[in-house]
């Protein structure tokens, strides 16, 4: 039985009455005046009537209150659904890839300045990505390697027209510093594709579970370049042996096993990649194509880089291949081609990297003769540092590169690299032990 009585309004809210509460349960001294006037120790929920608005207890339990014409709380999605809930429980609640969207969320205050779907922050969360715009100059890139690159990525982003299975993975592999994932870079920019990289020391984490959390995370920016920037994008990790490679008696921790674990996932199911929250039909993500670089493959867990999963690809490049890249090094220092030549078969079986090495070794000098220019290395650290805050450090003026100097460079490096092979300071230290 519902009790409405005038004296209850002026405690009770504007337009609700008590519901069914024994008085003798409440504290409240206002409460306490109803049970000394003798009134009924219980109230129901009722509406008051007023000639503004009307009460029909039929209609009222077919028509859901509504908190306000403008709440997003009670927004639904294009399937019906309360969108901000749906939102909560997909997105572990950190969703900030919504933004205001049209038709979805605070469509009152969308407004046309910023756009109909703005994202406040994804100018900032794109920085994950990668541009090449330092790379400036003309570099040469081997045929094969582009070849190899170039298939792989255009296969994987018409994979679904193909009526073939496709590795989503691509391993680089092969000795050190052969220019793998410079040449990799190169072939990025040649084709406009900004690129999501990643390096082997992510792949660890004091807390279990992060890096595979990572690596989605990064193959979803990836997806999110595709659709929202029109650009092609892949995944890249670099030195992945050196994060995932067994190593002795190296221990495999739970983040390694989940990261095999995450990218074994992705490449089955390339286009169905959670970071946690529950799944939804609508949520397909593009397919990213994945590029490793390592150096031995072979140290990596096995099933992960079978054949249908990862596609492998030994790049050492032959004695053209170095002359053409090592030419277009020093092609802007006016070193010829048959000098080149000459540099290569003086120092042969070395890898890229030594003879980019031998140009920066024959700087040295010129450092030093600058150094001194601005006061010695006594003085170094405080005039350098006010000088480069004011602008007034001294023009340095790079050596003019010879075939003598580089050929001086390249035997100091190689004098060194044979007295790490044979002056083993460990075995030194360690002597006592095998006694």
């Known amino acids: 039985m519902a009790l409405c009585n005038r004296s209850t309004e002026l405690f009770l809210p504007k ?25 009924s120790t219980s109230f129901s929920l009722c509406s008051r009537t007023t000639s503004e608005e009307s009460f029909d207890g039929e ?55 910023l756009g109909k779907d703005s994202d406040i922050v994804f100018d900032y969360r794109q920085k994950v990505t990668r541009s090449f715009e330092y790379l400036q100059g003309d570099y040469y890139i081997s045929p094969v390697f582009m070849d190899k690159v170039v298939c792989h990525i255009v ?66 920016t990836a997806s999110q370049v595709v659709q929202n920037q029109g650009k092609m994008s892949c995944l890249m990790i670099n030195d992945i042996d050196a994060g995932l490679g067994r190593f002795g008696n190296t221990q495999m921790t739970v983040n390694n096993q989940i990261v095999v674990g995450t990218l074994m996932n992705l ?45 492998k690809f030994y790049w050492q490049p032959n004695r053209e291949d170095i002359v053409n890249i090592v030419y277009r ?15 290569v078969d003086t120092f042969p079986n070395q890898a890229l990297d030594f003879y980019g090495a031998l140009r920066s070794r024959t700087y040295d000098r010129s450092i030093s003769k600058w150094i001194n220019d601005i006061g010695g290395f006594q003085n170094i650290a405080k005039k350098l540092l006010k000088k480069i805050k004011d602008d007034g450090l001294p023009t340095f003026t790079p050596p003019k590169q010879t075939v003598e100097a580089l050929l001086e460079s390249g035997y100091s490096l190689l004098k060194e690299q044979q007295l ?16």
Do not use: C
């Not at 859901?64 to 014409?69: D, E, L, N, T, W």
């Not at 083993?424 to 095998?434: H, P």
């Open 15 to 39: 337009r609700y009455f008590w519901s069914y509460r024994p008085f003798n349960r409440i504290s409240n001294p206002a409460i306490s005046f109803f049970s000394s006037k003798r009134i």
């Open 59 to 113: 209609n009222a339990k077919d028509q859901p209150k509504r908190i306000s014409k403008q709440s997003s709380w009670e927004a639904k999605d294009s399937q019906g659904r309360d969108y901000l809930y749906r939102l909560g429980k997909e997105a572990d609640n950190m969703n900030i890839a919504v933004g205001a969207k049209a038709g979805i969320i605070d469509d009152l205050f969308v407004g046309t300045f």
């Open 155 to 220: 296969k994987n982003y018409i994979a679904h027209t193909l009526n073939t299975k496709v590795p989503l993975i691509l391993g680089i592999w092969g000795g050190k510093g052969q220019g793998k994932t410079f040449q990799t870079e190169l072939i990025f920019r040649a084709m406009g594709i900004e690129p999501v990289i990643m390096s082997a020391g992510e792949l660890e984490s004091e807390r279990a579970g992060e890096p595979g959390r990572l690596i989605r995370e990064r193959y979803r």
């Open 267 to 311: 490449s089955d199911n390339p286009t169905r990649v959670s970071i946690g929250q529950g799944w939804r039909e609508s949520d397909v993500t593009h397919r990213i194509p994945i590029i490793f670089t390592g150096n031995d493959f072979s140290t990596i867990y096995a099933p992960l880089i079978r054949d249908g999963r990862m596609e």
């Open 329 to 343: 090094m020093y092609e802007k220092d006016g070193i010829s081609r048959d000098e080149v030549v000459r540099i």
């Open 420 to 435: 790490i092979m044979e002056t083993k300071l460990s075995k030194e230290y360690m002597k006592n032990i095998d006694g």
